[in-house]
């Protein structure tokens, strides 16, 4: 005669306690799993970049910021010692002022972090090596270059970014 078989056994969801229904759980108390998400804002010095920044901080309070500004070594003056002491210049200063709005929202666990290179290079290079879940930054930049609706940083990170990447206009 065939024996009756029968699938496992497997408790019902809803009888179990809260905090064991899953690893992947988010919200339940005694969760290990990271709920917060790491979002990355490019700031450049620009109008654009620091009304991505602001809505950053508005949108992604609870979650852990990096603040990321790029030395761009093709940009400035053509005299290499002038050109890189205006960088760093500039760069303290944009740190410093992200610092200070940092510190107005009460944010004070973000970090800020300064990166050579190109621009968009950087950004995305930074988005997968900090293990980043979110790329915040502003439509256009410094650069100067009008695109018709994104400027080529943006656009480029747009592309080529593995996570997804939010642009503030």
């Excluded at 009888?15 to 064991?20: I, K, M, R």
């Excluded at 915040?136 to 990170?157: D, F, H, N, P, Y």
């Amino acid at each position: 005669p065939l024996e009756s078989l029968s699938a496992p056994s497997v408790p019902d969801p809803r009888s179990a306690p809260f905090d064991t229904l899953s690893p992947n759980c988010h919200v339940a108390p005694g969760c290990s799993v990271r709920m917060d998400k790491h979002v990355l804002v490019p700031v450049d010095g620009s109008d654009s970049s620091w009304e991505a920044f602001d809505y950053a901080l508005e949108e992604h309070r609870e979650d852990r910021l990096t603040v990321l500004h790029v030395i761009d070594p093709m940009q400035g003056d053509y005299e290499p010692d002038k050109a890189e002491t205006g960088a760093i210049q500039r760069s303290e200063k944009v740190e410093s002022e992200a610092r200070e709005r940092l510190d107005a929202a009460g944010i004070d666990d973000a970090m800020t972090v300064v990166r050579e290179g190109r621009p968009a290079d950087e950004i995305v290079a930074a988005a997968d090596a900090d293990e980043i879940d979110q790329v915040v930054m502003g439509s256009r930049g410094l650069s100067g270059v009008k695109r018709l609706l994104l400027g080529s940083v943006a656009e480029t990170v747009v592309r080529r970014a593995e996570v997804p990447v939010n642009i503030v206009r």
